[in-house]
């Protein structure tokens, strides 16, 4: 039903964030926040939330690689006990596969910048080069395929 929403205000003209008039998003994101919080140690929805529409018939792609944040002080973001404080949940409202727009990620474990924050040097490298610095580490890289409706929770450092 959403999914078939965001066609219809885009066929209308209007932006798929739209979808955020309608009651329904607000129950899904506040089922969302249940998950939200007991999967990642209390973070609760701070309501920076987007609707979009990838058509990969159009040539559309989604979007490159990127941090959700980039704090001043990267360490201060995590908890003491290493969990982040923010996190992103993305919840696909179509099948989401690599021929289309899932998600790709670099697990914390090959990106370099992700705890300790990415060099402000303009000599450094930026943080997608810093994680894949071969092509031996492109292998860390993963597909994150999603049915509709499921949820794929990520932490703010994640490339």
Not at 109 to 127: L, R
Request: proline content about 11%; charged content about 15%.
């Amino acid at each position: 039903m959403l999914a078939a929403a965001v066609v219809n205000l885009i066929r209308h003209g209007w932006p798929p964030s739209m979808l955020l008039a309608f009651d329904e998003v607000w129950l899904i994101i506040h089922q969302a926040s249940v998950i939200m919080a007991a999967t990642t140690g209390g973070n609760a929805c701070n309501m920076d939330i987007l609707a979009w529409y990838v058509d990969p018939a159009n040539g559309d792609a989604g979007f490159s690689p990127h941090r959700d944040r980039q704090p001043d002080d990267s360490p201060a973001t995590f908890r003491a006990d290493g969990t982040p404080m923010y996190a992103t949940l993305w919840l696909p409202l179509t099948h989401a596969t690599p021929d289309n727009s899932c998600l790709y990620v670099i697990p914390r474990f090959a990106d370099p910048g992700y705890f300790e924050g990415d060099p402000e040097d303009e000599s450094a490298p930026d943080p997608l080069t810093a994680a894949l610095p071969n092509k031996e580490a492109y292998q860390h890289i993963r597909a994150l395929p999603a049915a509709p409706g499921s949820a794929v929770i990520f932490t703010h450092r994640t490339i």
